[in-house]
């Protein structure tokens, strides 16, 4: 199984998912591996057609990636609302435990393609057959408000806005993101934090999330971008297997995940229910 995991271009990122088939975020969070759409890395390979549209946000901070996939071909199960994946962790080992993260896109990478920097902050979410990973850059001192990891029942839509469209690959220059949390109410900055789960489930939040202004997108072909993806089977073994040290641990407290309703992304209400019923449920309005 491979830990390691890359953010780099449209071409070529990672996805946190299963190593086993029929698999759910929430039971396997602690192990999961890296799948990417490039050979070259060491890891699993999300198969072919299985991107269903990806959107990426360059801004001067950090670097965003969201979209649509088919779940089920990256061992998740198509019903699975998923969580997020993020380096720290209920016990701060991480999920996946021990996971890195790796991007030359950053400008201390001077446009090397070989010359990657290490990711410390970062976030990833996964189910309901949509995603966002989100990198912050190690030379800026903004990653630990951007890459927040303590929304994580929040999702997509307040902690990486976007404006992902199924069917649609693109490449856009963007803003930052206002942080995570924070918002203005009456002329003041507030701060908004989400309750434990013993509470019930979030029903309201106090703000509405922005996508932050885009500018200079370009669109592509995903046949052009993804040319050398294994065939999809129903356990997607096409998968190229990685090698490194396999993962234990306990997973983290909460999970939450993206929700596709419509053919594109941009704003979310998320609404968790007890273990007790059906687990951490995190339901997602994605809005044109």
């Known amino acids: 199984m491979c ?9 070529d990122f990672c996805l946190w998912a299963p190593p086993k088939p029929n698999s ?29 549209g990806v959107q990426v946000l360059k801004t001067p901070d950090y670097i965003q990636i969201a979209g649509f996939i088919d779940q089920s071909k990256i061992n998740l199960t198509p019903d699975d609302y998923g ?12 999920n996946p435990l021990g996971g890195l993260m790796y991007s030359n896109a950053f400008p201390g990478s001077n446009g090397n393609n070989n010359s990657y920097q290490q990711v410390i902050d970062w976030t990833n979410f996964m189910g309901a057959n949509a995603f966002c990973i989100k990198v912050c850059d190690p030379a800026k001192n903004t990653g630990p408000a951007l890459c927040q990891n303590i929304y994580d029942r929040l999702g997509c839509a307040y902690n990486a806005p976007n404006n992902a469209k199924n069917g649609t690959f ?39 999330p922005v996508v932050p202004s885009s500018s200079n997108c370009v669109t592509y072909p995903s046949a052009a971008l993804y040319t050398a993806l ?22 983290s407290g909460s999970a939450s995940a993206p ?26 309005a994605f809005l044109s």
Not at 27 to 32: C, I, V, Y
Not at 83 to 94: C, K
């Open 3 to 11: 830990q390691t995991s890359f953010v780099n271009h449209i071409d």
């Open 24 to 52: 759910t975020i929430g039971q396997t969070e602690a192990e999961e591996v890296a799948w990417c759409t490039k050979h070259g890395h060491g890891t699993r390979l999300i198969p072919e057609g299985a991107l269903h």
């Open 83 to 94: 969580g997020e994946l993020d380096p720290h962790g209920a016990d701060l080992r991480g």
């Open 170 to 208: 693109e490449v856009c220059d963007a803003d930052n993101m206002t942080p995570p949390g924070v918002y203005v109410s009456g002329g003041a900055t507030m701060t908004y934090f989400q309750p434990p789960e013993s509470l019930g489930p979030i029903t309201t939040v106090p703000y509405t």
């Open 230 to 251: 294994p065939k999809s089977t129903n356990l997607a073994s096409a998968a190229q297997s990685g090698s490194s040290a396999s993962a234990t641990g306990t997973k």
């Open 259 to 284: 929700t596709a309703t419509s053919s594109s992304a941009a704003a979310v209400m998320g609404i968790s229910v007890t273990a007790g019923c059906l687990g951490v449920l995190f339901a997602m």
